[in-house]
């Protein structure tokens, strides 16, 4: 953030970091798996005991669960700081915007788990990946529908 | 000559507004009413979700309390997929809200409120502020900065996020606690309650004697009021029943479950917010300053006033000093402020309660949920009044329709009455100084809006 400002004050633009959130997450990824669905988050992911180090859970989406991690941005916890939600136990959803310049994070996503060989219809919708991003000239009115 | 005054923006408040006061030929009030032109959307934009997602979106409502909308969103998930959280899992909800009041209370009276009595209503606009504060007690106003970011700094380091929480989850909360989380944060909520003794001591002694005049007079109406308390009839911020009392005293409990049947929602053309009102009371809908209909104040005052104790033991000796001096209920608007800080103390005490069991320690935190179709009203007491989120999902667990009432909206038809009052009692002639239309807007502030 101060180094941000620093850059507004000096008239440049705020170097971002170029890394995913994953590139800085401590859980532990295994590499592709079996995983065909992802499941909702309505339950616990694994993990040991309540003081067990986030660098010994597996990475949510390992463990079944979406999460916006590789097309986000990183650095929302600060610098060298594990990415604020994964350090409550709870997946990534975005809000650090794409990872690449005027990246798509729901286009991105869909594209991750397809090509992982993971159903992308095991979702239960997939318009909110779109949260944080990917409003910009999208915004116009709802279309009516014609009375039959 | 008839004509219009304008204060735009109200400053010093959380959200958005302005002030609109009419002024007849004789130059005396003939209306005055608060403009909210903010539409926020929510309700719509959560349809078609999964119930699961939407706490974390709705904390996105507001940045100052975004704790009160994700947990009153995910006990309204709860009760659509009929899942109850195991104790730990509330204590730790719980525990997250009660010093997220903490943290708001410290923030509205110094930051917010403090500079009308400190400072002055008449002194000017440039040092009337919290710098102006700061300026003429630097040591008080580095101590409040440091508490505020220490209640802030719990929240951040234990549950990941201050403000846009994620942790509260449906089913319960994502991250068990430590023994060493419980020990840390039980020292420094220790520090917290010196702290808003010392707050409570200070207004008491320093800040509300030269207003006494004005707390009896300034924005005074006459109204019910709604809280939330337990079974014993303690208030309680997290869970428990409705309590809508009527300007008489005379109270009805009800389950939040069953909002619909005590209160209506009211549209004026002049304003975004809808203004909500007591239908149980078959009385109709008036912001009459002389003769209101089903109009009920919540937030603060509110909560003091409607229950019958306090449930822990300073917050309840100031509860009965208040009592002693101010009745029950207390209708004067400006005793907002000091409604706020017994409730502060109260908020540490509690949290303090919660962590000397060492139950809030057990790895049970959540219950797995499925998806289904159902119906929930998800409740807390906000600091600025009773939350209520109310979903109603698909077979899939989606969102098909949401109503939210948020604390302030229930205030709004009072604030407008306050106003009236105020601008009434201060404007004659047509003769209007800064002074005064700072009092005016001392009559919104005292709610938190």
Redesign the interface.
Known sequence: MFAALTAAVEGEAPELPGKSVCDTCPTIREGKGQLKALRRFLQSPHYGAPDEPLDKMRCFLEQGFLCMGPVTRAGCGGSQITPRCISARVPCRGCYGPVVHEGNQMVDMLNALASNGIDVHSLPEHVSLLRFSGAHRRLRPKRQRKEA | MAREIHIQPITRIEGHASIQIQLDDAGEVRDARVNIMSLRGFEKFVE???A??VP??VSRICGICPWMHHLASNKAVDRC?GVTPPPAGQMLRELMQTIAHAEDKLLHFFFLAAADFVIGPDADYAVRNVIGIAKANPELAQKVVQMRYKAKMILEKF???AI?P??G???GF?????E?DRQDILAQMRELLDFALFTLEFAKEKVFPPYLDAIQTLGVIRTGFMGTVDDDGALNLYDGKIRLMKPDGSCTDFDAQDYKDYLSEHVESHSYAKMPYAKAWNEGFSLDLDDPKGIYRVNTLARINVADKMATPRAQAELEEFRERFGRPAQATLLYHWARLIEEVYTCEHAIELLEDPEI?S?Q??T????KAGRGVGCVEAPRGTLIHDYSTDD???ITRANLIVGTTHNIGPINMSVKQAAQSLIHDGKVDEGMLNRIEMAVRAYDP
């Open positions: 078609g979700k999964p699961e997602e974390r979106i997929f549950a990941g996020k846009h994620v942790a989850v449906v089913g994502a991250k068990p606690m430590t060493a320690c790895p935190i959540r797995t949920a499925e998806p899939e667990g989606c």
